[in-house]
């Protein structure tokens, strides 16, 4: 198994294989702390686990690669593990975040925090690290503007099961339609199918993060609360660009996620998430739809 670390301090190689050993459960002997540039006859090749270390530039001191092979009985997920450094080398650590961003990180400290982080590298030589942003306040990071990351939201990917279905549902009937009949099971990009699809896979994560409790960040961008309705609003209205049957299923699959979302809201009487929403009610196109007329409670944003 593979880790990267970022430490903000520029602690001692030394330090590193004790701290590695406690983390990992191991001997000291067991691990292998070098320099990848250093000379390869030092190297302890059998070692458990290995660590090179490699300078870096910024806000961040030291660029870890670790290595335990499957003899190491606590292969630990690398979070346990970035939380387990930090405290017994004693510095702040960071380690990358499985979402998309490339600056997407995660910050461990010392004190047990762990928390959000965006990490960028500068263009220029040497390449420097700066944390520009976290989402709860890091001492070791005294510059970075606590804040909270809607891109890290959007790139989240919960589970859209009915959505699933729905497609293979619809491809058993592209199947078994006849060849002149197929092309109206058309999903190109932009094609009334595809759009029914997107609108639905948008409208099915919403429902789920909302009844997870808006896991795993634990809160929502209220733009892309908004962006979901929209798609609903789509939903609305594309049934009839659709060959029958599949007008059939679609209805049926928004009948079982509406349901869903119903529960999990309540009625708006004060039209209070419009205007939240930032909604202009003042057109003659505002949204109409039922959804639009209930409210997560409570909200899953920063209200001004």
């Not at 250093?38 to 870890?64: I, K, Q, T, Y």
């Not at 990358?96 to 997407?104: L, R």
């Not at 197929?182 to 099915?204: C, I, Y």
Request: aromatic share 8%; hydrophobic share 40%; proline share 8%.
């Amino acid at each position: 198994m593979t880790y990267t670390l970022l430490t903000v301090d520029l602690i001692s190689p030394k330090a590193m294989a004790p701290a590695l050993a406690g983390c990992l459960g191991i001997a000291v002997g067991d691990v292998d702390v070098a320099d990848p540039d250093g000379d390869p006859d030092v190297r302890n090749w059998d070692a458990l686990v290995s660590c090179e270390h490699r300078a870096v530039f910024g806000d961040v001191s030291w660029s870890l690669d670790i290595y335990a092979d499957e003899r190491v009985a606590r292969r630990t997920p690398e979070s346990d593990l970035a939380v387990r450094f930090a405290r017994a080398a004693g510095t702040t650590v960071l380690f990358p975040a499985s979402e998309a961003p490339p600056s997407a990180f995660w910050v461990a400290t010392q004190e047990g925090l762990l928390t959000r982080a965006r990490l960028e590298l500068s263009d220029g030589e040497p390449h420097r690290y700066a944390v520009t942003a976290v989402e709860a306040p890091v001492a070791q990071l005294p510059r970075a503007t606590v804040t909270r990351f809607a891109e890290i939201v959007r790139e989240q990917r919960p589970p859209t099961p009915l959505v699933d279905s729905f497609g293979a549902s619809v491809e058993r009937m592209r199947e078994s339609a006849s060849e002149p009949a197929r092309s109206a099971f058309d999903d190109s990009t932009r094609s009334p199918l595809w759009a029914a699809r997107d609108s639905l896979v948008a409208w099915e994560r919403v429902i789920v993060q909302m009844e997870s409790g808006w896991a795993p960040s634990g809160w929502y961008p209220a733009e892309l609360y908004r962006e979901r309705l929209q798609a609903r609003d789509v939903l609305a209205d594309i049934g009839s660009l659709l060959p029958s049957e599949v007008s059939v299923l679609l209805d049926e699959t928004l009948e079982r996620l509406d349901g869903r979302f119903a529960a999990a809201t309540e009625d708006d009487e004060m039209g209070l998430l419009r205007k939240e929403l930032s909604v202009d009610t003042s057109l003659d196109q505002a949204p109409t739809g039922w959804w639009w007329h209930r409210r997560p409670a409570p909200v899953p944003w920063e209200q001004t």
